[in-house]
């Protein structure tokens, strides 16, 4: 006669040291090996959707970019690129090349920022520090660029509303060629350190038919193989750069780590190639249009695809926006990554998908009176 | 090794990568988007600022030449100061220093 096994379950957030977001996992555990998991999201649930409806569609660029603190520069830019495909506003050739500057510096700052509390997650808080001020050159930039630190500000339906001289240009270039040497100097940690390794290699697989099978997006399909980026579609001036997505086919936490790595310098080398290609003119065509018709957008943000679905009936007020963020994407592939590591593991393995729970709460379910 | 000894040498000797924030203030960047502040006699209560503005932070009463503003809503993208024909809203590079109530500020004539 076989025994009954005896599981254990443990709530893992909303407040967690690693989890700098509210996100819930309930970890079904079989001693230390873990057996089952379930999330639990809604605690942040802010109504941007709905928000979105009322407000004037003008307004909306600046809500938009408060969806994500971090990728708040894509999120206005995909906003105001589905509103430009709906009024069939033609965007000036400089300020594509500016929002891709702006698009590439805001990845800059999203993967250094990821690398730090990822190094942070594993208890390497040295490389945490390191990681942190560095990427300090790239907030600077952004300052420079448009008066704040994290929101640029800058996107307007048909372009952009502050431009760049020579100056700017020259700060631009010197500053990332600092910050290429300071990423060059902890690159080998991460990339070589037995104590990262041991956190990383082999932990949380996601082999390449899941991937693809779960919908997994970013740097999370990309590490397991899969050349999927949505900057490929040639959106902005990325059509006009030479770049090829990074793909690494380990399948594990380490190859998540490592195109997050590869991507950081290949930023670089974008916001370079932009800088240089930049023709000079115009940088905002006004549209005073009302939108009336329907687009669909998808953009490359630094934790994969963001999708925009937008409706409007040539009203000030837009009918419907939809958006699907990456890390909504991403949790399915989470779960099961986890499955059969063991407690220690599940920090690194729920921060390689770079979680961003407050941009993914779309929906909240409020349970009645009945 | 050697590699490892160099670099805690140089961090030993070199500053501190932050700044001694009491002692010494951070010069603003040129064009930090700071607090702004309206110029009454300049505005002529066009009401665009109030249009404008994503976060509602700005109420025009033209009968009464009275603008108040809500610093506390305001997030700062300076679409009003762009926008402004009379030029009557002024933008500073100080960001506003915190405060213990949430009280608008009121513009008017006199």
Redesign the interface.
């Known amino acids: 006669m076989s025994e009954t096994k005896e599981f254990t379950v443990f709530p893992f957030g909303p407040q967690h040291p690693v989890l700098p977001e509210p996100l819930q996992l309930r970890f079904t555990v079989d001693e230390e090996r873990i057996v089952e998991v379930v999330p639990n999201i809604g605690y942040v649930h802010r109504g941007i959707e709905r928000a979105c409806e009322l407000n004037d569609y003008r307004r909306n660029i600046y809500l938009c970019e408060r969806i994500c603190g971090i990728c708040n520069f894509m999120h206005s830019m995909s906003y105001c690129e589905t509103i430009e495909m709906i009024t069939d506003t033609e965007v000036p050739e400089r300020a594509r090349y500016l929002r891709t500057v702006w698009s590439e510096l805001g990845r800059l700052q999203s993967h250094l920022l990821w690398l730090g509390l990822f190094a942070d997650g594993m208890g390497f808080e040295s490389l945490f520090m390191q990681i942190w001020r560095d990427r300090e050159i790239v907030l600077e930039l952004t300052e420079k660029t448009a008066g704040h630190r994290i929101h640029l500000s800058t996107n307007a339906i048909g372009g952009v509303r502050k431009d760049m001289d020579e100056k700017l240009i020259g700060q631009y270039r010197s500053g990332l060629a600092e910050l290429r040497k300071k990423v060059e100097a902890f690159d080998p940690v991460l990339r070589n350190d037995a104590s990262v390794k041991s956190k990383t290699v082999g932990k949380g697989i996601l082999p390449k038919s899941q991937a693809v099978h779960l919908g997994a997006v970013g740097p999370t399909i990309r590490g397991s193989g899969v050349a999927q980026d949505m900057r490929t579609l040639g959106y902005e001036a990325y059509g006009e750069l030479d770049f090829t997505p990074i793909t690494y086919d380990t399948e594990d936490t380490y190859a998540r780590t490592l195109v997050r790595l590869d991507e950081v310098y290949q930023s670089i080398d974008l916001i370079n190639q932009a800088l240089s290609a930049m023709p000079e003119g115009p940088i905002l065509n006004k549209s005073t249009q009302f939108p009336e018709g329907t687009a669909i957008n998808r953009v490359e943000q630094p934790r994969g695809e963001a999708f925009y679905y937008v409706v409007g009936n040539g009203t000030i007020n837009l009918e419907r926006v939809r958006v699907r963020t990456p890390t909504l994407a991403n949790i399915p592939p989470l779960l099961s990554m986890l499955i059969g590591h063991e407690i220690a593991d599940i920090p690194p393995i729920v921060l390689s998908i770079d979680p961003c729970i407050s941009c993914t709460e779309r929906i909240t379910h409020v349970k009645g009176d009945e | 090794m050697p590699k490892m000894l160099w670099n805690v040498l140089r961090n030993l000797l070199s500053p501190p ?1 932050t700044v001694r924030y009491p002692y010494v203030k951070p010069e603003p ?6 607090r702004i502040s309206f110029d009454i006699e300049a505005c002529d209560q066009c009401q665009d600022c109030e249009r ?4 509602a932070a700005i109420k025009v009463y033209p009968e009464e030449k009275r603008i108040e503003y809500d610093p506390f809503r305001c ?4 679409l009003c100061v ?1 926008n402004c024909m009379q030029r009557a809203i002024t933008a500073e590079e100080v960001v506003r220093s915190p405060e213990y109530e949430k009280v608008k500020e009121i513009f008017e004539e006199g």
């Open positions: 990568a960047e040129p064009g930090t988007r700071g404008i503005c994503p976060s997030i700062y993208c300076h762009e």
